[in-house]
């Protein structure tokens, strides 16, 4: 566990360039733990993560019963008899993600009851849409002194769902109850990131019947929840990891490759970082950035799969800050995922937010000075303007960088970096 009480120093030298490799998608992985509660027996999970995340969502099935243990990147979850059909609120409050046992719960018992999740840094993040959805499948909930109570008086029933916005996290529960309920699912305009995909190819290994995976209409054949059976399954790489990275290189020229991860999940920002004056070169599991150019400005809109990420919009904004003119950000995800500006206004860059977007004027450098990560996103692209930066950087607020980036300090290091962990009361 990142520990609250250190910081991250970096030197701004410049330096980033070499070859590192990325660790499986956190965004996949946890949901492919929550899909092992509809397996009886032992899942076995390969390319884990090392992170914090990981560990709270393995303390989320040891409370429902199941036995979790780690091997390296290796995870083994036996779920052969689980004993609660709830998560508690100390648990999803430390970790909102937690929410994705709630369609896996419903499949294998016909009830559940999981703490409503609180919002976050960056937004609101209802689950409306989740539940509006598991209705349709025939649940019915209650709220309990803020817990959800679901139930399925009918058992659970394939439907035709629409959702009205495609929700990540929607898409996932849904699948993960349509998988066991009574007849055929379709869910139009399901999300298309690649980890849904991901989910989809374990739950088929598992025995489902899922069809349409990767696109936005997706069908679902249920068959008895009693025939789904645990199976060995390797998570994707972690497309937001690789992202953050190309942003480094892009910053400092590099060249920056990294490896393990597939470059049709990241095209719209190689794209972007070509419009940005970056060379790219990709092959089946590797993609590496260089810039001998000036950066230009660049406008860039995030939306769902496969518009532009939103979990890149705060390492964009660094490239934008330096870039020659103005850029337009605009986040059409998450209602408060500017937070990340503020601090970089701390080390020099010239940006105006109104509303959903970011007019970011570029600057010709920055200045290291004491800055705090607002989600981990925005910490880890705190790292990469120390980097640049002139003088020393401290980065606060690391434990949010420490739940989805396994050893980001080490993997910076190991492209030139100066950068390390210190207690912050040194
Ligand atoms: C997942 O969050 C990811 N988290 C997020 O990554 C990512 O930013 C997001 O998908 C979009 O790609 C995990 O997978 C653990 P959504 P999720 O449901 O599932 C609103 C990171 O940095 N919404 O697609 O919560 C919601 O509030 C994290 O790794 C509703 O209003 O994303 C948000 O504004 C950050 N009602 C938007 O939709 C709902 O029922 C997108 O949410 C569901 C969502």
Not at 29 to 49: E, Q
Not at 191 to 209: H, Q, S, V, W, Y
Not at 316 to 334: H, K, Q, R, W, Y
């Amino acid at each position: 566990m990142g520990s609250a009480n250190e910081v991250i120093v970096v030197h701004g030298n410049g330096n980033l360039a070499g070859e590192v490799a990325v660790s499986g998608a956190k965004n996949s992985a946890l949901k492919l733990m929550a899909a092992s509660v509809l397996g009886r027996g032992v899942t076995t999970l390969r390319n884990v993560p090392l992170i914090d995340d990981i560990d709270v969502m393995g303390e989320v099935l040891a409370y429902l019963g199941a036995t979790v243990s780690r091997t390296d990147h290796v995870l083994t979850i036996d779920t052969a008899s689980l004993t609660r059909n709830e998560t508690p609120y100390e648990l999803v409050t430390k970790m909102r993600a937690s929410i994705a046992v709630l369609g896996p719960l419903i499949g294998r018992f016909g009830e559940a009851r999981v703490a409503m999740p609180g919002g976050c840094q960056i937004g609101a993040r209802n689950i409306d849409m989740h539940l509006v959805g598991l209705e349709a499948l025939g649940v019915v909930f209650d709220v309990d002194h803020g817990i959800i109570v679901a139930h399925t008086p009918q058992g659970l029933h394939g439907a035709q769902v629409t959702l009205e916005f495609p929700s990540v996290g929607a898409t996932e529960n849904m699948l993960m109850a349509a998988v066991c309920a009574e007849g055929e699912t379709v869910i139009d305009n399901a999300a298309r990131e690649p980890e849904i995909a991901d989910l989809c190819n374990m739950l088929n290994e598992m025995g489902a019947k899922i069809s349409g995976i990767g696109t936005s209409s997706i069908h679902v054949e249920g068959v008895p929840v009693s025939q789904l059976h645990p199976c060995d399954h390797t998570t994707v790489g972690d497309r937001i990891e690789a992202g953050t990275f190309l942003a480094g290189g892009a910053l400092t020229g590099g060249p920056v490759t990294v490896r393990g991860i597939d470059p049709d999940y990241l095209r719209m920002a190689i794209t972007k970082l070509r419009s940005l004056g970056c060379e790219v070169e990709t092959d089946q599991d590797w993609i590496r950035v260089s810039r001998t150019a000036p950066l230009n400005a660049i406008d860039i809109q995030t939306l769902p799969h496969p518009g532009f990420p939103t979990d890149l919009q705060a390492q964009f904004m660094l490239l934008a800050a330096l870039g020659d003119g103005l850029s337009v950000i605009t986040e059409n995800v998450f209602e408060n995922r500017f937070m990340f500006a503020a601090e970089l206004m701390r080390m020099g860059a010239d940006i105006d937010l109104e509303e959903h977007h970011a007019l970011v004027r570029g600057v010709d450098g920055l200045q290291g000075a004491p800055v705090s990560a607002t989600d981990l996103r925005a910490g880890a692209a705190l790292v990469l303007a120390g980097i640049i930066a002139e003088g020393d950087t401290t980065v606060h607020g690391i434990a949010h960088i420490d739940r989805g980036y396994e050893d980001y300090v080490g993997k910076l290091s190991s492209l030139g970096a100066d950068v390390k962990r210190v207690s912050a009361s040194a």
